[in-house]
């Protein structure tokens, strides 16, 4: 009895979530199932500062408006455990990837690209609100219990049209978490070479300010053989396992050893190259985690 009905407060929050929000014309509301209050789950992580709104779009069909708003969700880096069971709920990110359809605000169905094209690792933090209103039950199939629905032909076309711009944004989300260029400032440690067409490798980033600084305090032969030692640290990449790991929504256990594995870092890059604790955030990784900058700062600075 306990578990059916902690099922069926997950339930309702997922799906009245946004009624505990104040939209338009609508204020809040609080639902309770014999005296418990339901904790909305906000699959689209609103209160998470990282999340990445997109722009958005209105399809007419007929005399309505059909309201698509796309987002990107944080990297794993960036999300509590809490956030991450929110936003994937049984089927983990990957799965819960898409759209998600409201009727009147009321989440109808969730989690599907509608077969337009197949869920992908790289677009499992894209998440898209789709608006739909009551006048147009009939072209999207809703039944009496408003609980499956299917776009019509003419919203069909359109979503799919939306999607390359949708998923593009993930896919960076996902190759660069935390990334955010400043006057172009940003430097990667690894650099991702396409010499053709569907053909490319990784490199590292002989320009990277701790490679460089190291570099220029060897003489020719030591250069040589740092040059060596970066070459058999590319062809050693774990490419597979990087794939596999990336593939699993685990984040990193423990906030507090981050941060203290980051500051040390930092001070390493600082010691080799000379630079300041601004500058050395903006390189790679560090530029990974601006959500850790000010604690680093902090440390560094006293």
């Excluded at 009496?144 to 069909?156: E, G, L, M, N, W």
């Excluded at 440690?189 to 590292?204: A, D, S």
Aim: hydrophobic share 35%.
């Amino acid at each position: 009895m306990k578990t059916r009905m902690s099922e069926l407060l997950h339930h309702l929050g997922f799906v009245f979530h946004r009624y505990s929000q104040k939209e338009g014309n609508f204020d809040p509301v609080e639902i309770y199932v014999n005296g418990v209050k339901v904790r909305p789950m906000d699959p689209f992580l609103k209160d998470n500062n990282f999340r990445q709104p997109l722009e958005g779009q209105e399809i007419r069909v007929r005399d309505a408006t059909i309201t698509v708003k796309p987002y990107v969700l944080p990297p794993i880096s960036h999300l509590s455990t809490e956030e991450i069971e929110t936003a994937g709920g049984r089927s983990g990110l990957r799965g819960s990837q898409g759209f998600y359809v409201y009727r009147n605000r009321r989440l109808v169905i969730w989690g599907t690209w509608f077969r337009l094209v197949p869920k992908d690792e790289f677009f499992k933090l894209t998440r898209v609100q789709v608006d739909i209103p009551n006048s147009l039950d009939d072209l999207w199939g809703l039944d009496i219990k408003k609980s499956v629905a299917y776009p019509p032909d003419i919203v069909r076309n359109r979503l799919r049209d939306l999607i390359p711009h949708f998923v593009s944004s993930s896919r960076k989300t996902i190759t660069y978490p935390g990334r955010k260029e400043k006057n172009g400032k940003f430097v990667p440690l690894w650099q991702r070479i396409e010499p053709r067409h569907g053909v490319f490798r990784y490199e590292i980033n002989s320009e990277h300010p701790a490679i460089s600084s190291l570099s220029e305090k060897l003489d020719k032969e030591e250069q040589s053989i740092l040059q060596a030692v970066l070459e058999l640290l590319t062809g050693s990449l774990p490419l597979e396992s990087i794939y596999a790991d990336m593939c699993s929504d685990h984040r990193h256990p423990d906030a507090e050893g981050l941060i203290h594995e980051l500051i040390e870092l930092a001070t390493n890059i600082i010691r080799i190259t000379g630079l300041d604790v601004p500058a050395v955030l903006n390189i790679d990784p560090l530029a990974r985690y601006p959500q850790h900058h000010s604690r680093i700062l902090e440390e560094l600075s006293e």
